[in-house]
């Protein structure tokens, strides 16, 4: 075999075992489905919400569709919103006293993330519950969406579980990005595995979704524990997993859904904000996409460019990309892939270039001390020194 031919063949068997994980993960991965029988234990929601206004009310009448639940309290934190969150709640709220609004002008206190410091707010406001679980703005339910993360994280025996939305895409920038968060624990983690485990490293959890036993999110001191952390949801998975506890992920897709970031602009900022931390720093993020070049670039090219055995090569590896990114989509929507989710999958090597883009902007910004969400600066420890 020729040098470039064992480049090709090293490519495609990392796309190869990519695909094979995620064809694990679809045939062994829970899915959140609705309960046969009420849950009886308190459930408190917590929803942090920075100007959310047209996003916040869908949110409410979804809560308050839920069936399933006999005790059942949600708590809105308006987090220092500069448009009208607050107005457009209550107005969704109207005389449902299981609701409570709450607001703060104050900003983040030096150590803490508006998100972690917003979620430990709400935490304060909730007791008498056996179960917290924390929503963003931006996330749709069906009517049995909470009852059955609460019947899995009880039968799981975990102190937390992530039920994972089905991540959805509208512009082109949306579908070329959003689908590789999923994929990207999809065709690199044995799910069933990890959930069953308790090493820290391989904890995965999305903060859009997050259900707590209680008493185990107090006893590790909430997201004061957490309180710096940029990916705060991973962060306290892990911290959860260190002082001994289980965490698990299931897929939630039939049951809940969101659209992360509306447009081109707000996805390069929300993905700026935290990729700089997402492999442990410039190391890290070196290693990964030189990885990812390998077994997503290489290929194809070789498939265009080369000859004989190279083009095979790049060929069959190019197709386990593809095969691995639909196979990760369809674990996280419990559906086969549609029209567009088949053509985002073809174009995994532009999704790629996209992510190490966003990357290395998130690098260049957590460096100079830029990083920004929500018209608040994001401190971090590094990004705060003068």
Known sequence: MTPAARVVAAGSAVAALGALTALANRLTVRRLRPPDAPVTE??????PAR????????????????????????????????DDTAVAALAAIGDDDRFFLSRTESEPAP??????????????????????????????LAPHALAAAVRELRRANAALVCAWPTQLAVSPAEHLVQPLLGWSWASTLPVALANRL????????CGQFLVFDAAAYRALGGHAAVAGAVTEDLAIARALRRDGHRTALVAAGGQARTRMYRGTS?????????????????????????????????????????????RRLGLAGY?????????????????????????????????????????LRSHRAHRRGRLRWKGRAVTTPSSSRP
């Open 111 to 140: 150590g803490w993330t508006g998100k972690t410091a917003a979620c430990a707010r709400l935490a304060a406001l909730a007791s008498g519950e056996d179960v917290l679980i924390f929503l963003d703005a931006d996330v749709r």
């Open 319 to 359: 197709g386990a990309a593809v095969t691995g990114r639909l196979l990760a989509r369809s674990t996280e929507t419990g559906a086969a892939p549609t029209g567009a989710e088949v053509v985002a999958a073809l174009a995994h090597p532009l999704s790629v270039a996209a992510y190490l883009g966003l990357s």
């Open 42 to 47: 308190p459930v408190t929601v917590l929803i």
């Open 198 to 205: 308790r090493r820290p490293s391989m904890a995965v959890a």
């Open 51 to 82: 100007d959310e206004a047209d996003r916040l009310p869908e949110l409410i009448a979804d809560l308050r569709a839920q069936q399933g639940l006999s005790d059942l309290g949600v708590l809105v934190l308006d987090d220092g919103s500069t």
């Open 266 to 310: 707000e996805l390069a900022e929300g993905y700026t904000r935290w990729l700089w931390s997402a492999y442990g720093g410039r190391a890290g993020s070196l290693a990964v996409g030189s990885l990812a070049a390998l077994a997503f670039w290489v290929p194809p090219v070789a498939a265009i460019c080369g000859r004989g055995r190279v």
